[in-house]
Structure formats: C-alpha cells, structure tokens
C-alpha cells in the first residue's frame, strides 16, 4: 500500500487530496496545526504540525524514522492579507507568507526527504500557484505571489539536487479552486482541481522533476 503525506490537510485542497487518495486505499498521513474532525473521518493518521515551526517540522524525522513516503505533498500555505499594494505593504505579514510558503516547505521536505528515498515513487509535490510565474506577472497580490516564485525556485533547486537519489520533485498549480483561499467564486470546484493534480503525479516520470505544472498537465512558463 503507498504511502502519501500531506501537510495542511484539515481543510480545502489538503482535505480533499487526503479524500480522494484515501478512497483510493493508500496510507494517507496528514499534518494539521489543530485537530481536524474532517480528516480524521477519512481514516488517516493525523499528526500535528504547524510548518512555520522549524522545529516541530525536524520533530517529523524521528516521529516518521523508516516510513516510506510514496508522495511527499507540501500543501501547507497561507495568502496572508489581501489587497496589499505598493505603498501599503505589511512586511510583517510578508515575513509571515515566506515563512510558511517557501521556508517550511524546505525544513518539511529536508525532515522526511529520507523517508521519500526509501519508498517506491519517490516523489515531492509542493502547490504552487499560476500567480508564481514570472512571465505572467501583473503585479496583483505581490507578498503572496513572490512566495510562490521563491517555492518554485526550491522545488527547480532540489529536483537538481535530489536527482542522484531517483527523486522527482514537481512545482503544481491547482487552478483558480472554491476554497477559503480561492474564494466563493474561483471557477474550479476541489474536487475537480485535485483529480487533476492526482493525474500528474501518476503519471510523472523523472524527466518532469524540477517541472511547474498546471492540474490539466500543462506546463507553466516560468
């Protein structure tokens, strides 16, 4: 049975992958900051993790010791406050969004990236956003989109570094999804988006690592 990790899993896209690849049969562990009655209804084994603490992310390597991790997916995020403009930047919060986007990513992925050497697909997702691509940036919500070029640039990094080890390492974006992030309007229902981001990942080979990639398999320009 694989295994997959999802941090960021009590709700909305982070939900529904634990679903989805629950429904499916495979092991799913799922990180969340505090309980989630949700996810423990889809059977899968809950732990605590708040991936703005450094610490407790290290903590997962001796939590986790010896358990492969078919997909390792970083999901975990925060778009921090709206509306944010030159001349009325909050660099506080701004702080806050790198802390959480691009550098808890990093200290997940370097907890467990043995954990993902020792499984059979051997595989890290990190969910980035269209809004992280230089080529089509307008300029709209600058703190949260810079977050994401910087996560892309991890992602490209570690695809380069963790090739010797087979590992395949891929930046997704999930569309424009109805969650608490996307908002009432956005056009993609979770479901949708994450069968999509499922498809890629099943069929990812390790000449895609280091890849930004749409849910309907695209490529992002970057």
């Given at each position: 049975m694989p295994t997959v990790l999802i941090t960021?899993?009590?709700?909305?896209?982070?939900?529904?992958?634990?679903?989805?690849?629950?429904?499916?049969?495979?092991?799913?562990?799922?990180?969340?900051?505090?309980?989630?009655?949700?996810?423990?209804?889809?059977?899968?084994?809950?732990?605590?993790?708040?991936?703005?603490?450094?610490?407790?992310?290290?903590?997962?390597?001796?939590?986790?010791?010896?358990a492969p991790i078919d997909v390792l997916f970083c999901n975990a995020g925060i778009i921090g406050a709206r509306g944010a403009s030159l001349g009325a930047f909050d660099f506080s919060d701004w702080e806050d969004i790198f802390r959480v986007n691009v550098l808890g990513v990093a200290a997940v992925i370097e907890a467990l990236v043995d954990n993902v050497a020792a499984s059979k697909q051997k595989t890290i997702a990190v969910m980035s956003s269209r809004?992280?691509?230089?080529?089509?940036?307008?300029?709209?919500?600058?703190?949260?989109?810079?977050?994401?070029?910087?996560?892309?640039?991890?992602?490209?990094g570690l695809a380069a570094t963790l090739s010797p080890r087979g590992i395949v390492v891929l930046a997704l974006s999930?569309?424009?999804?109805?969650?608490?992030?996307?908002?009432?309007?956005?056009?993609?229902?979770?479901?949708?988006?994450?069968?999509?981001?499922?498809?890629?990942?099943?069929g990812v080979q390790q000449e895609d690592s280091g890849g930004f990639i749409s849910h309907e398999g695209a490529r992002i320009p970057w």
């Amino acid at each position: 049975m694989p295994t997959v990790l999802i941090t960021g899993a009590g709700r909305g896209l982070g939900l529904e992958l634990a679903r989805q690849y629950a429904g499916d049969g495979w092991n799913v562990i799922g990180t969340v900051r505090s309980s989630s009655a949700e996810l423990s209804k889809t059977g899968a084994r809950v732990l605590k993790l708040d991936v703005s603490s450094f610490e407790q992310a290290a903590l997962l390597r001796e939590e986790l010791k010896g358990a492969p991790i078919d997909v390792l997916f970083c999901n975990a995020g925060i778009i921090g406050a709206r509306g944010a403009s030159l001349g009325a930047f909050d660099f506080s919060d701004w702080e806050d969004i790198f802390r959480v986007n691009v550098l808890g990513v990093a200290a997940v992925i370097e907890a467990l990236v043995d954990n993902v050497a020792a499984s059979k697909q051997k595989t890290i997702a990190v969910m980035s956003s269209r809004l992280g691509s230089i080529s089509e940036a307008t300029g709209m919500t600058l703190p949260y989109a810079t977050s994401k070029a910087a996560l892309n640039m991890l992602a490209k990094g570690l695809a380069a570094t963790l090739s010797p080890r087979g590992i395949v390492v891929l930046a997704l974006s999930p569309g424009w999804v109805r969650t608490d992030m996307g908002g009432a309007g956005a056009p993609l229902a979770p479901e949708s988006s994450v069968k999509g981001l499922r498809k890629v990942l099943e069929g990812v080979q390790q000449e895609d690592s280091g890849g930004f990639i749409s849910h309907e398999g695209a490529r992002i320009p970057w």
